[in-house]
């Protein structure tokens, strides 16, 4: 048994208790029972985590009363160790959990003499076979664990590959810089909605992003050739993006979008002729509904020729927003005194994982920054929302809220459709369209 002492020490911490757990009841074996629960049996729509958590629950108050102790394999096999006298009431227990899954296959074709779904155990009498069972299932879960994890590494070296590409160079620089010149980007332009989101997740629309895809503008020019894999060659070329999308936005018929608007921009974009021609060129009223978004390593790049444009663009009627900020970086930036109007956090999960005194952390930037000031962007989940909405952040985007807007247009097209049926039942001189 000395060995179980020193076991893997890759296995996860259910494995480890369990070991431990067993090298010290050998010495009270004659003590205990337990059962083992074939969940890794069910079909996977029965071993979905609400599952496993009810299962987990069926044994909860043997396990307050100290009769008994839950371990959990990763394959979802549960053991079941108790005391003797607690026998009846772990039977009672396996019944209730066994008849969660009553509807499974497992179970549904069971024969009135077999028992698939458990496995009893006198821990006395079979200790060894027990143990032996544990290790060898412990065994076969982190062996596949490892092919899995070598197939994974393997597929995602090639993705990556794949993905990044070659680097780029100042020729192939020169060639999109040239194309791009020519090329019509107007199918290459996205649209990512800035929202505020109330109680029940929906959306209401602030105002939207705009801008050219770089994934998409890669695999329709150059496919095979990594753009940013030179901060300075791709700083220069999303100057030629800027002017493109400048010239776009000063064409009515080129785009086709309505209310506010922002989009990126280069501070030597902003200094340059080609955005004296596109302020002259746009009306007035247009500027007030425009946001432009600079990059907070353009910006501390040279400070003096960001503020020098940010209060050119602002004595216009634009706004500015500084966008790329993290919640590491944000605490060392001051909104009002850099004179932006908006700021965006981008969301990163340790904003939560990092525990209450990483939340407070944000909290007291987001504060000092003014909470209706701040955007929180690449928002992919709902627990971003929530977090968000919890320091004080009012305003999000990112594909989760994209999939709030959808489902909110799914929502009202329905209630739009029942209202008309109901007007319709109603008698034809009610069924007027609804607009």
Known sequence: MADMESGPKHLASQENLLL??????????????????????????????????????????????????????????????????????????????????????????????????????????????????????????????????????????????QKEGEPITPEILARVESALERADLSNLVRRQFVCTVDAQMIPEQSFSEVFISIADLRETMVPGINLVSNRWLFQHMTESLDRRMLSLLSKNDALAISGDISFNANVTTLLSRGFQDFDDNIMASRRGSMIIELQKVDIFADLSAYLFAREFVQDKGYRVCLDGLTHNTMGMVERERLGADLVKLVWHSDMVDGGPDMHEKVRTVVKRANPSKVIMCRVDTREAVDFGQSVGIKMFQGHFIENLIAEDARRRELLRLKRRMERAEQGPENAVEEF
């Open 20 to 161: 431990s757990y067993m090298q010290r009841l050998e010495e009270n074996k004659g003590d205990h029972m337990a059962v083992h629960l074939h969940l890794s049996s069910l079909k996977p729509y029965n071993r979905r985590a609400h599952h496993i958590r009810a299962a987990e629950n069926g044994f909860e108050n043997l396990i307050k009363s100290l009769n008994g102790q839950l371990f959990m394999i990763k394959n979802s096999d549960m053991f079941f160790f108790f005391k003797n006298e607690a026998r009846a009431q772990t039977e009672t227990a396996v019944q209730k959990v066994r008849f969660l899954f009553s509807d499974d296959p497992l179970l549904e074709n069971e024969e009135a003499d077999e028992n698939r779904f458990s496995t009893w155990y006198d821990v006395g009498q079979q200790f060894g076979d027990l143990l032996h069972l544990i290790e060898s299932m412990i065994e076969t879960e982190d062996k596949r664990k490892k092919e899995t994890r070598a197939r994974m590494d393997t597929r995602t070296s090639l993705k990556v590959r």
